[in-house]
C-alpha cells in the first residue's frame, strides 16, 4: 500500500492547524520540517512536546524529519553540523520518524563539483555513521545548488558511502529544474536505492512548480514504473506552490489542497491504493 504524507508547513506555521487540513485530506503522515515558523531542529524541549502532543491527538505519524542536515556550504565547518545531525537523530526518535532527509552540501557559485566530490562523500559517510548508531534511516534529496543534483552524482554518493542507513528520496521538480528529465534519465539508474518519493512537478522552460502531472518531472511514468516493480513506501507532498526558497516552500492550505487532489487524481486513474 502507498503512503501518503506531505510537508505540512508549507499549509500552515500553525501546526495545529497543519494537523486538521493533514487529517481532513486523509493523510495518516507527515513530513515535518517546521512548525511555528521555526525549523524542527531548531525546536526547544517544549515545543518538541507540544508538537507530539498534537500530531498524537490527531493521530499523525512522521514518515520523515525533513531537515536541513547538508544545506551548508561544502567549505563550512562540518562539526557543529555533525552534532547537528546527532539531535536530528534524537528528533527522529521522539516522533517515532523511520527516515531523516539530508542534502549533501551547496556549492560555491562556478565549482567544479569534482574538486568537492571526496569531501562530500566523507561527509555524507559520517552522516550516515550517526544514523546507524541511532537505527535511523537518512534519505538523500536531490536537489538545486548542491552535490547530489543530477542522477548521476545522487547514485555516487549512495553507492560510495555504501550503507543501509542512506537511501535515496527522489524529487522530479528539483531534477527538472537542473535539466534533468527524471524518469527518462534517472529512474533505472536510481531505483535500486529509492526509499522514498516527494511528489513535487516543474516545468523545464523555466523551472516553475506545477501541481503533479502539469509539468515536466514525468511523473505518470514514475508511478507507473514504481507500481510495476513493487515500490512500497512513502509519497510526500511538497508543493512549492505560493513561495520557494532555498530551505523550503510555501502553498497554504487551499494550494496544498490542490497539490494533493491532482496527484491523488492521478492514482485514482491509475487505480492505485494508497492510504
Ligand atoms: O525543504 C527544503 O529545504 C527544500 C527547499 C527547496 C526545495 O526545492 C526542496 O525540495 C526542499
Redesign the pocket.
Known amino acids: 500500500m502507498w503512503t501518503l504524507s506531505g510537508?505540512s508547513d508549507e499549509i500552515s506555521p500553525d501546526l495545529e492547524l497543519q494537523a486538521t487540513t493533514a487529517t481532513g485530506l486523509g493523510l495518516t503522515h507527515i513530513e515535518f520540517?517546521s512548525a511555528w515558523n521555526t525549523n524542527v531542529l531548531d525546536l526547544d524541549a517544549e515545543q518538541l512536546a507540544e508538537a507530539k502532543r498534537i500530531l498524537d491527538a490527531h493521530g499523525l505519524k512522521v514518515s520523515s524529519i525533513?531537515s536541513?542536515i547538508g544545506?551548508i556550504f561544502i567549505d563550512e565547518d562540518f562539526g557543529p553540523h555533525l552534532d547537528r545531525m546527532r539531535h536530528a537523530a534524537d528528533v527522529a526518535k521522539h516522533f517515532g520518524a523511520p527516515y531523516i532527509?539530508v542534502?549533501s552540501f551547496f556549492l560555491r557559485p562556478g565549482t567544479d563539483p569534482a574538486e568537492v566530490r571526496d569531501e562530500v562523500i566523507t561527509r555524507m559517510r559520517a552522516l550516515a555513521e550517526v544514523a546507524t548508531e541511532a537505527d535511523v534511516v537518512l534519505l538523500h534529496?536531490n536537489?538545486?545548488e548542491i552535490y547530489g543534483d543530477i542522477p548521476e552524482r545522487c547514485l555516487d554518493i549512495v553507492e560510495s558511502v555504501d550503507s543501509p542507513n542512506l537511501r535515496l528520496a527522489w524529487?522530479s521538480?528539483?531534477f527538472v529544474?537542473v535539466g534533468v528529465r527524471p524518469f527518462s534519465e534517472g529512474y533505472a539508474m536510481l531505483r535500486p536505492h529509492l526509499a522514498y518519493i516527494?511528489i513535487?512537478d516543474a516545468h523545464l522552460a523555466d523551472g516553475q512548480?506545477v501541481p503533479a502531472g502539469r509539468g515536466d518531472g514525468e511523473l505518470l511514468d514514475t508511478v507507473r514504473a514504481l507500481r510495476a516493480d513493487g515500490f512500497d513506501g512513502f509519497f510526500s507532498l511538497?508543493p512549492?506552490l505560493s513561495v520557494?526558497?532555498?530551505?523550503?516552500?510555501f502553498s497554504g492550505p487551499e494550494l496544498f489542497t490542490e497539490a494533493w487532489q491532482a496527484f491523488t487524481d492521478m492514482l485514482k486513474a491509475e487505480e492505485i491504493p494508497f492510504a
Do not use: M
Request: hydrophobic residues 20%.
Open positions: 510537508f520540517r525533513g536541513p544545506k532527509r542534502f534529496e536537489e538545486k524529487d521538480a528539483n529544474q516527494q513535487k512548480v511538497e512549492h520557494t526558497h532555498s530551505l523550503g516552500g
